[in-house]
RNA sequence: GCCAACGUAGCUCAGCUGGUAGAGCAGUUCAUUCGUAAUGAACAGGUCACCGGUUCAAGUCCGGUCGUUGGCUCCA
């Protein structure tokens, strides 16, 4: 038979050769590196028999789906190690994920796992690895699959069985575990070097809230010592730009239990922070044709009765507040508001598109275990817009709050990937006519290929009311959120009952675009704060120089250039106390601030500073005009 | 909300198998007037998250509450 490797080439292979086989072809070297083959785009057991003409890649963990091979592997090397310490346990799935893999388990009656028992676990499994057990496939019947778990009382894999009916079943066996699993594996455990277990937590079996929690143990694992150390330094280092972290060092916001969870108070750096994001954004609006508007922190109730937020999404709003018999509802979003300043007058075709635009803040009721920092509060403020337009305006309406949004994230140079959120087929979730859901659908679809946006659909992800792009970004340590989105929306203006005259003197209905290129300021600064490892770029910083005099006779020079650059806009600090300049170097250094200015006798004689830049170091001697000069050139969006 | 872990001074943390709380930094005061990452000394600072229980004795053991963290579920 006729195997086509990855660079073209061809070589013929008897029938049943196996991918170990080509790999120890090609070298030895490889052969002991693999952990499996694609075999024409599917992923293959290395011991298992290719019989026909095809494209193979032979994969490593250099290879994503090398690494997804290989965690995979690595779950069920833990999966045997909890058989064999806690007899009885029962497993739910253990697949691979972004950096490792994960199983679900169902301890013996009595049994709880803490992180503390981890290292327990991992001595056994490097004690299988040693043992250097074969991955045995195996075809196995349904019924047959079906008596094996009945036999020993799994009722997981019993129900995982259910759902395979009609279908190839798999068994894999390394040592004595067995697993119902799809594969594909390494060809033993011995590969599987270094396993680390990283934490314990409770999952739904199958994500459902009203079945049984079973235990989830995260971990990893690596071919070499050196590369889990790399990680885990990696996580290490990740950890210190965790917002949290920085956001308290930084003094930027803070949380008190007696303010309340998710609700927080801005300090006045991360005040500063947030103000200057504000004025880009509304300096961007203003050329854009939007109005800014300001709408009030609760509404009557029927307000969102009428858009249908409520009941709709009850279980996440404050239950509402009763006024003299009416009930009132902390505000869970701003677009009802703006749909009735549209409404407020008449509208001509010839007004649209109206561009309204709020930092409006909203209150949602985010179940506890949910909140974390800045990311996830139940008090925050969107950078929000809603723009009625007409049918013929959309698509280039579309196109230009996207482009906003580009040019925010490219302003930052924020790695973001783009989803565009449809809905799925369960009509339950959603409102509107399924002919406006397909042409408001294909409306995005068609924006985001003229824009030639690289975007992932995520069915499902869609609003009640529309379809949706969303801009999703990772965190410090790796968990994704998403900023900014572009929603369109037809539900909305037949809910509200907005209209406008048209050319031909009758009434249509406009279309609403929601738009928050931001998303939450609290989540995009949490963001910026990691992105940053807390230094901030000179135009956001809430502290711009540390003008640091040497000794008391270089104060009042010290203070004046002080005054001259503050007459500039610029944020400064003098800092007079009564230290070494070598204190007061680390100190600057510490909190981040861009520059320091030092002056001393010789500064004052050449009307100069020595300039510091913040974490590089001294940058020599500079007129007072070249460092007010440098400051203005900074001191915008974007500038580097 | 659910599962698990954690909660000691403003911050970072120590406190062994229960015997009555300790360090560094920050703060205050004094001395020092200093040239590119922390000058020295003294002082002050804690109902050991909160409530209850066991015990002669609880920061330490047990239970509950609140909060935080890692996940799950949810996210207009």
Request: net charge negative; with cysteine.
């Amino acid at each position: 038979m006729q195997i086509t490797l990855p660079n073209g080439d061809v070589r013929a292979y008897p029938e049943g050769t196996t991918g170990l086989e080509i790999a120890k072809s090609i070298s030895e070297g490889l052969a002991r590196v693999s952990v499996g083959i694609i075999v024409n785009g599917a992923p293959y057991d290395l011991s298992r028999q290719i019989n026909a003409d095809a494209s193979i890649k032979i994969v490593t963990f250099d290879d994503d789906e090398g690494k997804q091979i290989f965690w995979h592997s690595s779950a069920h090397l833990m999966a045997e190690a909890l058989e064999v310490m806690y007899p009885g346990v029962k497993f739910g799935i253990g697949p691979p994920i972004d950096n490792g893999f994960y199983y679900d388990v169902d301890l013996p009656e009595g049994v709880k796992l803490s992180v503390e028992d981890l290292p327990a676990i991992e001595t056994k499994m490097l004690e299988l690895v040693k043992r250097c057990q074969e991955y045995v496939r195996r075809e196995i019947s349904w019924d047959d699959a079906v008596a094996y778990f009945k036999e020993k009382g799994d009722e997981y894999k019993l129900e995982l069985l259910d759902g395979l009916k009609d279908q190839e079943i798999t068994f894999y066996t390394q040592g004595g575990f067995t697993d119902l699993c799809r594969g594909t594996h390494v060809p033993n455990t011995g590969m599987l070097k270094c396993p680390k277990l990283l934490s314990v937590a409770g999952a739904y079996w199958r994500g459902d809230v009203s079945r049984k929690v079973l235990t989830r143990i995260y971990g990893t694992a690596f071919p070499k010592k050196a590369l889990l150390e790399e990680y885990l330094t990696q996580r290490a280092e990740a950890e210190k730009r965790d917002h949290r972290k920085l956001g308290k060092d930084l003094e930027i916001y803070l949380i008190t239990p007696l303010v309340g969870g998710g609700l927080p108070i801005w300090l006045p750096n991360g005040t500063a922070i947030r103000r200057r994001l504000e004025a880009f954004l509304r300096e961007e609006q203003v050329k854009r044709g939007y109005q800014e508007v300001i709408t009030p922190h609760i509404g009557n109730l029927e307000l969102y009765k009428t858009s249908g937020h409520y009941p709709y999404y009850a279980d996440s709003q404050f239950d509402p507040i009763t006024v003299e018999d009416e009930q009132y509802l902390l505000k869970p979003m701003n677009c009802p508001h703006h749909h009735q300043i549209y409404d407020s007058k008449p509208r001509s075709y010839r007004d649209l598109p109206v561009r309204l635009a709020e930092f409006g803040t909203v209150y949602r009721y985010e179940q506890s275990g949910e909140l974390n920092g800045l990311s996830r509060v139940r008090g925050f403020t969107q950078d929000d817009a809603h723009i009625y337009c007409t049918q013929d305006q959309l698509k280039d309406e579309i196109k230009n709050v996207v482009e906003l949004t580009q040019l925010v994230f490219s302003t930052f140079d924020l790695e973001v990937s783009t989803r565009l959120s449809f809905r799925d087929d369960n009509p339950n979730k959603y409102g509107g006519d399924i002919e406006l859901w397909d042409r408001s659908q294909r409306e995005i679809k068609e924006a985001a290929d003229e824009m030639n946006l690289d975007y992932f659909i995520g069915l499902g992800e869609a609003a009640f009311y529309g379809p949706k792009i969303d801009f999703i970004v990772r965190d410090a340590i790796g968990r994704k959120w998403q900023l900014g989105t572009v929603q369109v929306d037809y539900v909305m203006p037949e809910r509200f009952n907005l209209e406008y005259a048209g050319a031909d003197n009758t009434k249509h209905r406009p279309v609403i675009i929601h738009r928050a290129p931001f998303g939450s300021m609290e989540r995009f600064i949490s963001i910026l704060i990691e992105h940053y490892t807390g230094n901030f770029p000179f135009w956001l910083a809430p502290l711009q120089a540390n003008i640091l005099p040497i000794a008391e006779a270089h104060q009042t020079f010290a203070s004046d250039i002080a005054a001259e650059l503050e007459a500039l806009g610029i944020r400064v600090h003098v800092d007079l106390r009564n230290e070494k300049i070598n204190r007061k170097i680390a100190e600057s250094e510490q909190k981040k601030v861009p520059f320091a200015l030092v002056i001393g006798s010789k500064e004052i004689e050449m009307d100069s500073v020595a300039l510091r830049k913040h974490g590089e170091g001294d940058k020599g001697m500079v007129t007072v005009a070249e460092v007010k000069e440098l400051f203005l050139h900074l001191n915008v969006p974007g500038a580097k």
